[in-house]
């Protein structure tokens, strides 16, 4: 799949862009704060209608103005084209259409257009709070199974029911398991289908990063929950009185993270920089070669400032991973170093463009 144009008007700094890509590597370079990873985030935006950074909607609308519109058109790799426009509007909420027609509900657009994203925050994935983790897992997730987004949207409505009666003091037995019965036949999916998810990526993972690290290192990730010795049903019903304490639910799938390992030791606790960039970075490219098997078609991938913290040694490995066009298609990178993507450029014979980025303005300069 490739993104062949897109418009843009009043997204973040950029007051209005129309522009073509390559369908093999698009190479945006500047200053940082001249609009690179903004660009990123507009693409972001028409595949997930949200951006990658966690801020709100009204956010991404330029400084002044009172609405934005993102539209761009979309080709699959058997060459079928679809236009999409998705636009934010103050007081008014999020638009969303496909081809003309407004969906019914934003959740049938994600997966439809497959993205892979590596950015600065990735090292958050790491040292971050586990929220972080579960909502890199629901992403990737969603993308590929419809039913598990829609057991997540099922799940965390009945855990917000839950959580007002919670708050409320209520303690009627029956009023609980109407509402925990929902919430177990979705964790069920959900628990599932994570420990499915990481059971495909780790050996992806564990690859990606050796070749990425020179095999300095071994690297591991591990699914925990609290649903692998217990039922939901079982955790909701042991932990109702201690629950109503707190005012919140204290168990379920909610609480599910990922842990992270080189050679046996927490990569969170005692990972360099340089460590951690590069198990992130070797995360997103197996995330890649998941979806791409998982969809049947080959992703997006944006690479926004992917070489900072890195050594040159590391540098020039991952240059060499992503420098094949055969494998990773249509792909978006940014540096403030035009050698980085000179070098990268260099090593590829598909088709590329580079674009020269400042202050929200673009210019093709090879």
Not at 159 to 184: K, T
Not at 283 to 299: Q, S
Request: glycine share 8%; with cysteine; hydrophobic share 40%.
């Amino acid at each position: 799949m490739i993104l062949k144009n897109i418009d843009i008007l009043n997204f973040k700094n950029i007051a209005a862009a129309t522009l073509d890509f390559s369908p093999g590597v698009n190479c945006l370079l500047g200053m940082n704060g001249m609009g690179k990873s903004n660009l990123l985030e507009a693409i972001h935006f028409l595949s997930m209608v949200r951006p990658m950074s966690p801020v709100t909607d009204n956010a991404l609308i330029k400084h002044g103005e009172d609405m934005l519109i993102v539209k761009g058109e979309f080709v699959s790799d058997a060459g079928n084209a679809d236009s999409i426009a998705c636009g934010i509007n103050k007081g008014k909420g999020k638009s969303l259409k496909r081809n003309g027609k407004e969906y019914q509900r934003f959740s049938e657009h994600i997966g439809r257009y497959p993205i892979v994203t590596v950015t600065p925050g990735d090292s958050q994935l790491i040292s971050g709070p586990a929220e972080d983790r579960r909502k890199l897992m629901d992403m990737v997730i969603s993308q590929a199974h419809p039913e598990y987004l829609s057991a997540l949207i099922r799940y965390n409505r009945s855990l917000e029911s839950r959580n007002r009666m919670l708050r409320a003091g209520v303690r009627d037995a029956l009023l609980f398991e109407s509402v925990e019965a929902p919430m177990e036949e979705a964790a069920e999916i959900i628990f599932a289908t994570r420990a499915e998810w990481v059971k495909k990526i780790a050996p992806k993972i564990e690859n990606c990063y050796a070749r990425l690290s020179g095999n300095r290192e071994s690297s591991e990730i591990e699914y925990r929950s609290q649903l692998a010795g217990s039922s939901l049903k079982e955790i909701l019903a042991e932990r109702r009185d201690k629950d109503i304490v707190l005012g919140y639910t204290s168990g379920g799938v909610h609480r599910d993270d990922l842990e992270t390992h080189l050679d046996g030791y927490s990569l969170r606790r005692l990972g360099s920089q340089g460590q951690v960039k590069t198990f992130t970075v070797a995360l997103r490219l197996a995330i890649f070669d998941y979806l791409k098997e998982a969809k049947g078609m080959t992703p997006l991938l944006l690479l926004d400032d992917i070489f900072d913290k890195l050594d040159a040694e590391r540098v020039e490995r991952i240059m060499k991973e992503v420098s094949s066009s055969e494998i990773f298609g249509q792909i978006f990178i940014t540096d403030t170093n035009r050698k980085h993507l000179d070098d990268i450029l260099a090593g590829m014979e598909g088709d590329h463009i580079l674009l020269n980025v400042s202050e929200g303005n673009f210019k093709v300069i090879g």
